[in-house]
């Protein structure tokens, strides 16, 4: 039957194209988020897309100086992606995508969000503790909520690998 197979192929297609989109911050329940991303990925087929937002360099008295600060912060975000990038390939068997955006970093992932349809999932980590899940999700859950154009998997920051395992 060519329809069926043309069906299979397209949702091998669409399990491929699936991106896990995975906000870089300097959060510790950033590496469950990951992990979990990765995982989905490796076991359900897709990739995973990593964003790092850095602060813009604001006003600063000589222009070369700013533009040196944010060149530092650019490369910072650079290493730090590229270290991330290897262990991601290590557990997916394929690279990231990797994204650096200057801004807000709620406003530049719903612009990301907007622009880019290949992301199919955001995939945040909530802190743990009594402090509430974090700005960015609580952002994202609340007065923007209607903004986020993904569905979006919150994953407790509590997790550890054998249940993230477990999970996916």
């Not at 870089?24 to 964003?51: F, I, M, N, T, W």
């Not at 975000?77 to 262990?87: N, P, S």
């Not at 802190?127 to 986020?148: D, E, F, K, M, V």
């Amino acid at each position: 039957m060519p329809g069926s197979e043309e069906a299979a192929a397209a949702a091998t297609a669409a399990k491929r194209d699936r991106i896990f989109l995975v906000v870089v911050d300097d959060s510790p329940e950033r590496a469950v988020a990951l992990r979990y991303a990765c995982l989905r990925a490796r076991k359900g087929g897709g990739r995973v897309a990593l964003l790092r937002v850095i602060e813009p360099a604001g006003l600063v008295e000589w222009a070369g100086v700013g533009a040196m600060m944010q060149e530092e912060r650019r490369q910072e975000a650079e290493k730090l992606l590229g270290g991330l990038a290897a262990e991601v390939n290590e557990i997916t068997g394929g690279f990231p995508i990797l994204i650096i955006r200057e801004g807000e970093p709620r406003d530049e992932l719903l612009a990301l969000l907007e622009e880019d349809p290949r992301i199919s999932i955001l995939v945040l980590a909530m802190a743990p503790g009594s402090g509430g899940p974090g700005p960015l999700i609580t952002a994202l859950t609340g007065r923007y909520a209607s903004r986020l154009t993904v569905p979006m998997t919150l994953v407790p920051g509590t997790l550890d690998e054998k249940e993230l395992d477990r999970i996916t």
